[in-house]
């Protein structure tokens, strides 16, 4: 069984930073496309980016030059390192896990394991 679980949310001011990290449970870590969702209240799911098995990464429009996705493999860890924050970045932050061998996805459908997210609030 796979487990995620988020830490590094809160509260910070439009231009601010914060770091997402996922610690991941189990040995296939290095095997699995990993990816950072987010959902805002009355809003669906949104890809927001995701790191390849060789650590290829792929990101949303929105969070292009600002959002920076990593892993160590070593650490079973994925990081969302988030710069200059905006208002509209609000949202509860999800890690996610692809299924074994698979290459980057932005659809919420095709990850298989989910965290149980972490708030991010940005303030004008």
């Known amino acids: 069984q796979v487990l995620l679980v988020e830490s590094g949310g809160g509260s910070v001011q439009a231009g601010g930073s914060l770091r997402l990290s996922c610690v991941y449970s189990?040995?296939?870590?290095?095997?699995?496309?990993m990816g950072w969702f987010r959902q805002a209240p009355g809003k669906e799911r949104e890809f927001v980016a995701a790191?390849?098995?060789?650590?290829?990464?792929r990101y949303a429009d929105s969070v292009k030059g600002r959002f920076t996705i990593s892993r160590d493999n070593a650490k079973n860890t994925v990081l969302l390192q988030m710069n200059s924050l905006k208002p509209e970045d609000t949202a509860v932050y999800y890690c996610?896990?692809?299924?074994?061998?698979?290459?980057?996805?932005?659809?919420?459908?095709?990850?298989?394991?989910w965290g149980q997210g972490t708030q991010v609030t940005v303030s004008s």
């Open positions: 996610a896990a692809r299924p074994l061998n698979l290459d980057l996805g932005t659809r919420p459908s095709s990850y298989e394991y």
């Open positions: 790191v390849g098995r060789s650590s290829t990464t």
């Open positions: 189990g040995r296939t870590f290095s095997s699995r496309t």
